[in-house]
């Protein structure tokens, strides 16, 4: 008799260390599920899109000012990982290509040009934005627009994803 209870008692300790497994299992599917899931955490549902505009405009400012100071590790800080710009003949995919491209826009002691963000606009999950304005000459003529895509990639941390110069609009030249 007292086998079959000690076997009985194994039994229950066995079933019990498989709902205590079968619990910890589902807390780890539904933490997979909501990180996996989730908005990003970093979506600035605080932030009022005004807010947010002025965190791109103050980053394209300092961006441009990367240029001008001719720090290029500052204007690094500003590309993202997998970010695209356009050349007038190439396109430089990710960071390292596009950092070889533009690092010789820097070795002159002034630059060859400069830009000031005109409009900024923020989707509202506040999570990426567009920015335009003139690229001037280093005469301060303007004969580029640029358009630039930014992506919000931590609280306060935007970074361009892509970015695209155009021809000055004909209304603009006059």
């Not at 932030?47 to 400012?61: D, G, I, K, T, Y």
């Not at 001719?70 to 290509?97: C, H, N, P, T």
């Not at 005109?118 to 999570?127: D, K, Q």
């Not at 990426?128 to 301060?140: E, I, M, Q, T, W």
Request: charged content about 20%.
């Amino acid at each position: 008799m007292q086998t079959n209870f000690s076997c009985f008692g194994l039994m229950q300790r066995q079933y019990g260390a498989l709902k205590l497994l079968a619990a910890m299992l589902a807390t780890t599917l539904a933490t997979m599920f909501a990180v996996f899931f989730a908005p990003p955490s970093h979506a600035a549902e605080t932030l009022s899109n005004s807010q947010l505009q002025q965190q791109v405009f103050a980053a394209e400012r300092a961006f441009a000012r990367s240029m001008a100071e001719r720090k290029f590790d500052q204007f690094a800080l500003y590309v993202a990982d997998e970010a695209i710009f356009y050349g007038s003949k190439d396109i430089w995919r990710g960071k390292e290509q596009v950092l070889k491209a533009w690092k010789g826009f820097f070795d002159e002691a002034k630059a060859p040009f400069s830009w000031e963000p005109e409009v900024v606009e923020v989707l509202a999950s506040g999570t990426l934005a567009h920015s335009s304005g003139p690229v001037k000459n280093d005469k301060g003529e303007t004969f580029l627009y640029y358009n630039s895509i930014w992506r919000l990639e931590a609280p306060g941390v935007w970074k361009v994803v892509f970015d695209k110069g155009s021809p000055v609009p004909a209304a603009r030249a006059k």
